[in-house]
């Protein structure tokens, strides 16, 4: 699977922003899809994935008021609108395909997680 990010970019804190993820290369409704990020200094971390073959979703406890992940099937592409943005949220973020059972696991990746390039999100006024 193939997967192209984009819509990052520079957000006043308060502000929001939607980061979309296009995948080609495997039929959409076989898989999971996330976002994850990763801020200067920490480890990567899960955002948010979706399975696109029953629709549930898991997202980071600490950021489901502020962030939700949805998807276009007829798209072939998975959403991150981020609301409220702080300073802290700055980071590079990634999406990421796995299994649809993804949401199950928490999100958790591995070997056979395929990553999209990073798109880079700064808050900041």
């Known amino acids: 699977v193939q997967l192209q990010a984009s819509g990052g970019g520079l957000v006043q804190p308060g502000g929001s922003l939607k980061l979309s993820c296009a995948a080609s290369g495997r039929t959409f409704r076989n898989l999971g899809m996330g976002w994850f990020r990763q801020i200067p200094g920490k480890e990567r971390e899960a955002v948010a994935c979706?399975?696109?073959?029953?629709?549930?979703?898991f997202t980071q406890y600490s950021l489901a008021d502020r962030f939700s992940i949805s998807a276009d099937n007829a798209k072939n592409t998975v959403y991150l609108q981020a609301y409220r943005l702080k300073a802290e949220d700055t980071a590079v973020y990634y999406c990421?395909?796995?299994?649809?059972?993804?949401?199950?696991?928490?999100?958790?990746?591995?070997?056979?997680?395929?990553w999209g390039q990073g798109t880079q999100v700064t808050v900041s006024s």
């Open positions: 990421a395909a796995d299994s649809p059972m993804w949401p199950r696991h928490g999100c958790r990746w591995g070997t056979k997680t395929r």
């Open positions: 979706m399975s696109l073959s029953d629709g549930s979703t």
